[in-house]
């Protein structure tokens, strides 16, 4: 069975910093992997789609995450905060069958 | 094109009833998910429906349930409620089953008193 841990319930950056949300899969098969960000009151909002087409995967906002299979990461990065990227981020795997989401790591950015 | 869109976006109700919410997916999208989502559980998966047919279900109860139309619009009904159900719902479509992206409407927001 596919499962997601994201290591940090909290993380706090100031406002410039490098912003790193690390995330580990298990998945029996191949995976698709996804970062997903939520503000207050609102749904989930893609910000970046792994699917085996590139390690290195962009997305919005200037996020970006790297598939590593030998460490089975796929940790997001942003090299310079800014303070609208305060917000929970959720990492999700999914294989055929269904969607399996981390627990969310709350990003506070200081000024 | 237009998002998913949820409705209603708040809803208040009282132990023992029962309540319906509403998911319209993205247009051209067949398949909707249900996440009930808790400061405590965090997001968890309620079910999803592909084509009117429900294809996965989480580990939930139950009193909650659901379907899906001909039109792909989706309700989850959660009959004698509880304290506990007090959560943002979450609906997401996809343009396929498993594992295409999965797109989010804003959520219900459901207490219970």
């Known amino acids: 069975a596919q499962s997601v841990t994201q290591l940090g319930s909290h993380v706090s950056v100031s406002e410039g910093a490098l912003v790193l949300l690390r995330c580990n899969y298990s998945s029996s098969v191949p995976p698709y992997l996804f970062w997903y960000v939520q503000y207050p009151n609102q749904g989930l909002q893609l910000l970046l789609k792994?699917?085996?087409?590139?390690?290195l995967v962009k997305g919005i906002n200037g996020f970006e995450a790297e598939f590593k299979k030998s460490e089975t990461s796929f940790h997001l990065t942003k090299p310079s905060a800014h303070m609208s990227d305060a917000a929970e981020y959720f990492c999700?795997?999914?294989?055929?069958?269904?969607?399996?989401f981390g627990a969310g790591t709350r990003l506070t950015v200081k000024p | 094109k237009a998002g998913v869109t949820q409705t209603p976006r708040y809803l208040i109700k009282t132990r023992g009833q029962q309540v319906t919410l509403s998911c319209s997916p993205i247009s051209g999208h067949r398949s909707v998910s249900w996440y009930q989502q808790t400061p405590g559980q965090g997001l968890q998966f309620l079910f999803e429906y592909f084509s009117e047919t429900q294809r996965n279900k989480g580990n939930f109860p139950g009193r909650f349930s659901g379907r899906q139309f001909s039109n792909s619009r989706s309700e989850m009904n959660v009959s004698t409620l509880e304290l506990g159900d007090s959560a943002l719902y979450l609906c997401?479509?996809?343009?396929?089953?498993?594992?295409?992206?999965?797109?989010f409407g804003p959520g219900t927001r459901l207490t219970v008193l």
């Open positions: 997401a479509s996809a343009g396929t089953q498993g594992s295409d992206t999965q797109y």
């Open positions: 999700a795997v999914s294989d055929t069958n269904d969607m399996r």
């Open positions: 792994y699917t085996s087409a590139a390690t």
